[in-house]
């Protein structure tokens, strides 16, 4: 029986929580040739670890309105490809000299390190999971924020923090 593309299954991810079952069984690898990737386990293929987290900022655009459980869920994948991208790092650091001076400049010229993996280091894939709408913000702590909106940006529109207790 031929296993599926596991570049296949994440562009018809369609869910948090299929993508969830995805990065709970992902490990990293750096390749001679510099790619910083992923195997998920009962996949075929690799996958670069900036696809994961560019399906998860894709799935929580699709309906920034997160009830709870997803909300949940979408903090568990944060972690887990936080895992990823701290793992890989140290891999990194500690290849040969040519695969990192490679990578140095593979890095460099890479559009995605300058998309997907500078928006995950700025931590918008945290503030997506903790930020709340008002109405969900008034759902959850039983009235409306009475500070400025923490996050603003034309597909989150504006969005605050919980309250601490």
Not at 30 to 39: A, P, T
Not at 88 to 94: G, L, P, S
Request: proline content about 2%; glycine content about 4%.
């Amino acid at each position: 029986m031929a296993t599926m593309s596991i570049q296949t299954v994440v562009v018809n991810t369609q869910s948090l929580a299929d993508l969830l079952k995805l990065v709970e069984v992902a490990s990293e690898e750096v390749s001679f040739w510099c790619g910083r990737y992923v195997i998920v386990e009962g996949y075929q293929g690799t996958l670069s670890i900036d696809a994961l987290a560019a399906c998860l900022f894709i799935l929580a655009a699709k309906d920034v309105n997160f009830n709870e459980i997803d909300r949940a869920i979408g903090k568990q994948i944060v972690s887990k490809i936080d895992q990823l991208y701290t793992s890989n790092e140290a891999r990194w650091n500690r290849s040969n000299l040519f695969t990192y001076i490679l990578a140095g400049i593979r890095d460099l010229l890479s559009n995605s390190k300058w998309n997907t993996r500078l928006r995950w280091e700025l931590k918008h894939s945290e503030l997506i999971f903790e930020l709340y709408t008002r109405q969900q913000f008034f759902n959850k702590y039983g009235r409306i924020p009475c500070t400025k909106p923490q996050w603003s940006s034309s597909k989150y529109l504006y969005r605050w923090a919980p309250l601490v207790k």
